[in-house]
């Protein structure tokens, strides 16, 4: 029976699906579990108990209001039986009975796109990244653990075109981002942008990058040479690309749209970006 999952009272079925199905550790998935507050769970519940669950998180997609699809799992003894295939129709049927306008979800591997596409999923999200070596300039990179103030600085600094959590589940993603060892650099005025980046080593990755200056990104080394990297790699808007980037897009996630407005909007719009989601 597809139904909205009690999480309180599923929850360690909850985690044991999880963990069967992404690996990851009971502290990760109870994290989520405990400081994502707005979030639904459906899930099909048979006679054995949780089988096979998604979770729904708010967002918007260049204005619309959209559902985000997470943790989309089913238990290895269930599958191939249509169970996740249920899960989306009723997550279409529900987020069409409450008037929201997409939903979205990023394909755990390349094969997944071909599966999505049978329900009506268009993949129409990119990311751009680039690869960037050495470097000098004079930017001081501030160093932040506010999670409201990174999660409203890049609400204000994502592109029209994209995806966006809403207010309450970007702060949950921010939280995650630190809890996990992400570190945030910010620098305001004219020379302004917010970054989330990962240390390995003496590399860096800059999992998103919001300026707030001049958009061809030829600068962009003298954003980070105070943090002692040697290397450099950065996912940036694709919106923001110029010829130091080229076209060096990369599909990320899939739209399904509902309303009259999304189908006019996604007729219109070449892509979207998806930067910074749950994944």
Not at 35 to 42: G, P, R, S
Not at 208 to 217: G, T
Request: proline share 3%; charged share 25%; glycine share 8%.
């Amino acid at each position: 029976m597809n139904c909205v999952v009690d999480t309180v009272r599923y929850r360690e079925d909850i985690i044991f699906l999880w963990h069967e199905s992404f690996g990851d550790n009971r502290e990760y998935i109870e994290f989520f579990l405990d400081n994502c507050e707005d979030k639904l769970c459906l899930g099909y519940i048979g006679k054995n108990g949780l089988a096979s669950m998604l979770f729904l998180l708010n967002g918007s997609v260049n204005g619309c209001s959209c559902k985000y699809i997470y943790a989309a799992c089913t238990s290895k003894r269930f599958r191939g039986q249509g169970l996740m295939g249920g899960l989306i129709e009723y997550s279409k049927k529900i987020c069409s009975d409450n008037n929201f306008d997409f939903i979205f979800l990023v394909p755990g591997e390349e094969s997944l796109y071909s599966y999505y596409s049978r329900f009506g999923f268009i993949p129409k999200m990119m990311r751009s990244e680039l690869e960037l070596k050495g470097g000098s300039g004079t930017f001081e990179p501030k160093k932040t653990t506010d999670i409201r103030f990174a999660a409203e600085k890049r609400l204000k600094l994502l592109p029209a075109d994209r995806f966006a959590f809403d207010l309450k589940t970007t702060e949950y993603t921010v939280s995650e981002f630190l809890h996990t060892g992400g570190e945030i650099y910010f620098a305001d005025g004219e020379n302004g942008y917010l970054a989330f980046a990962v240390r390995d080593n003496k590399n860096i990755l800059i999992k998103e990058l919001l300026p707030q200056f001049n958009k061809n990104l030829t600068n962009i080394l003298t954003l980070f040479e105070n943090l002692d990297a040697e290397n450099v790699y950065i996912r940036t808007p694709i919106v923001y690309n110029s010829k130091d980037i080229g076209d060096l897009g990369t599909k990320c996630g899939m739209l399904y749209p509902i309303s009259a407005k999304a189908k006019d909007s996604v007729n219109t719009t070449d892509m979207f970006y998806s930067g910074m989601y749950l994944d």
